[in-house]
């Protein structure tokens, strides 16, 4: 089955700089990879997402990334702020409706 | 629009006692549902998903089983409850397309 990797598993960095968060995936046939942000005790968020016959998407400070020859997509967070600090999650799609989800990225922002 | 329930908010049970978390989504007709168990600190763990009325497929087999008596209701149980089970339940839905949205959570601990 799909097989996603997420790194780093932590990322700690100052306001105002940026942030990336790589992910990697094994099913070619793969075609949708939403980015989710979960707050501490709250239900995962949709933020972004991006579909195979794009390259690129972006959305105010938050831009994603896709790679479909090498399998990687990338987040991306500029101008980071305290209100950035949450776990995030990138996925792709597998068969029947279903994503295959990284093991999560905790992004500190330090003010 | 479309709402997602999930009810209770928190639960603390027993080793082996019974479990049943409900789901359900609003607004929207004959969705995919699927539920995802969340450990403490770690990432999301498909456990069911259902395509349609008394259609459930298992992605993990343990003493946990789903049920879906209704269009637009999705139900997690359990007979025995494992201290294993503790964790954060979440319910999710899509139709048509393969986002995803969740819904509030549970919160279970078993002592």
């Known amino acids: 089955g799909e097989n996603v990797e997420q790194h780093p598993s932590t990322l700690s960095v100052q306001e105002g700089d940026s942030a990336v968060i790589k992910c990697t995936y094994s099913d070619s046939a793969s075609n949708y990879f939403p980015w989710y942000k979960q707050e501490l005790g709250k239900r995962p968020q949709l933020i972004i997402d991006i579909r195979s016959n794009v390259g690129e998407k972006k959305d105010q400070r938050i831009a994603v990334t896709l790679n479909k020859t090498a399998k990687h997509f990338s987040l991306h967070i500029t101008e980071t702020q305290p209100e950035d600090s949450a776990v995030y999650f990138c996925a792709a799609s597998i068969s029947d409706y279903k994503l295959s989800f990284g093991a999560g990225t905790t992004v500190t922002v330090r003010a | 629009s479309q709402t997602i329930h999930q009810w209770p908010a928190t639960l603390v049970q027993p080793v082996g006692s019974p479990l049943s978390l409900e789901c359900t989504v609003e607004g929207t007709s004959n969705p995919n549902l699927y539920w995802y168990r969340q450990a403490a600190g770690r990432g999301l763990q498909l456990l069911f998903y259902s395509v349609g009325i008394g259609q459930i497929s298992s992605e993990v087999p343990q003493n946990l089983s789903a049920s879906r008596p209704q269009d637009r209701q999705f139900i997690l149980s359990s007979k025995k409850l494992l201290l294993s089970d503790s964790g954060f339940y979440l319910c999710?839905?899509?139709?048509?397309?393969?986002?995803?949205?969740f819904g509030p959570g549970t919160r279970l601990t078993v002592l």
């Open positions: 999710a839905w899509n139709s048509g397309t393969f986002t995803q949205y």
